[in-house]
Nanobody, 122 residues
Framework: QVELVESGGGLVQPGGSLKLSCAAS????????MGWYRQVPGKERELVAV???????TYEDSVKGRFAISRDNVENTVFLQMNSLKPEDTAVYYC????????????????WGKGTLVTVSS
């Protein structure tokens, strides 16, 4: 069984910074792309950033230049450094990962964490 657990959310003032972490654990054989999404009530979950195993990153336009995604392939962890935060960044942030396990190492499945709340407010 594979589990993703996010941490690092909280309350921050506009212009401030937060760093989110997401650790994958369990019966892991390999981890491919990992990403961060966010969702506010009444809206669909949207992509924030995604990173390949070799470190190529893609960002949603509104976070370019402010957010940075990175990963630790040894620890199976993905990070999201968020700078210059704005009230419109307020959301529940979810991580995901394409992960294969030792039961079927040839097949990757998409796993999600349960989310961590980020609130940007003065």
């Amino acid at each position: 069984q594979v589990e993703l657990v996010e941490s690092g959310g909280g309350l921050v003032q506009p212009g401030g910074s937060l760093k989110l972490s997401c650790a994958a654990s369990g019966n892991i054989f390999g981890v491919k792309d990992m990403g961060w999404y966010r969702q506010v009530p009444g809206k669909e979950r949207e992509l924030v950033a995604v990173i390949t195993r070799d470190g190529q990153a893609t960002y949603e336009d509104s976070v370019k230049g402010r957010f940075a995604i990175s990963r630790d392939n040894v620890e199976n962890t993905v990070f999201l450094q968020m700078n210059s935060l704005k009230p419109e960044d307020t959301a529940v942030y979810y991580c995901n990962g394409m992960i294969s396990d030792w039961i079927d190492a040839r097949r990757s499945r998409l796993y999600w964490g349960k989310g961590t709340l980020v609130t940007v407010s003065s």
